[in-house]
């Protein structure tokens, strides 16, 4: 070995500040970390939040589509079917109930049966788990919403098995967790409505 060498594995005077150096990097790396997980935190329901109101605008561009189709008439057994949009929703749990046409829960206290139902025609009401709600206007003619049942043939019409009294017959109300594939149709029973097949 030639005498540099030697002289430089013999050199030892650094050797006691490696483990110091080591531990003052490894904080920093975890106070790095920690930052990134603190951001991530703040970042992701805002990230959440605007994957909601895409999905809900998409729905209303879906619904306000069917306008310009031909609506199936109730009271007519031979009537063809109308126009269809399927609303393919899959929202986060944070999200309490999504409201076709109505807001079922107009005192914000997160209970949808112990107060009337307020009618919003036109109008996709969403509410968060913390008392947050949002609105998506629909545009075009009005837009009435309303409960399907399939009657014994299979043949969907309005649900009359809702209670009328608290105005929990108008709207559609889809309660946490909100995710699937839901099916309005265009149907005419003495005015237009949408009508849920859900």
């Known amino acids: 070995m030639s005498g540099r060498m030697r002289i430089f594995l013999n050199d030892t005077r650094g050797v006691d500040t490696i483990p110091l150096k080591l531990v003052v990097y490894l904080a920093l790396t975890g106070a790095v970390m920690l930052l990134i997980a603190v951001s991530w935190g703040n970042v992701m329901p805002v990230m959440q939040g605007a994957d909601v109101d895409e999905q809900i605008t998409d729905a209303a561009l879906k619904i306000t589509s069917l306008q310009q189709g031909a609506a199936r008439d109730l009271l007519d057994r031979r ?99 909100v995710s699937g594939e839901f099916i309005f149709e265009m149907v005419f029973d003495v005015e237009m409505y949408m009508l849920s097949h859900f």
Not at 116 to 144: H, P
Not at 161 to 170: E, I, P, R, S, T
Request: glycine content about 12%.
């Open 79 to 177: 009537s063809a079917g109308g126009s269809m949009c399927v609303v393919e929703l899959s929202l986060p749990d944070n999200v309490k109930f999504v409201g076709f046409g109505v807001d079922p829960d107009p005192d914000t206290n997160g209970n949808l049966t112990d107060t009337e139902w307020v009618v919003e025609n036109n109008t996709i009401v969403y509410q968060y788990s913390n008392g947050v709600k949002k609105r998506v206007f629909l545009n075009g003619d009005v837009i009435l919403f309303r409960n399907g049942m399939q009657d014994a043939s299979g043949r969907w019409i309005m649900d009359a098995n809702l209670d009328v009294v608290n105005g929990h017959d108008v709207g559609v109300v889809l309660e946490g967790p």
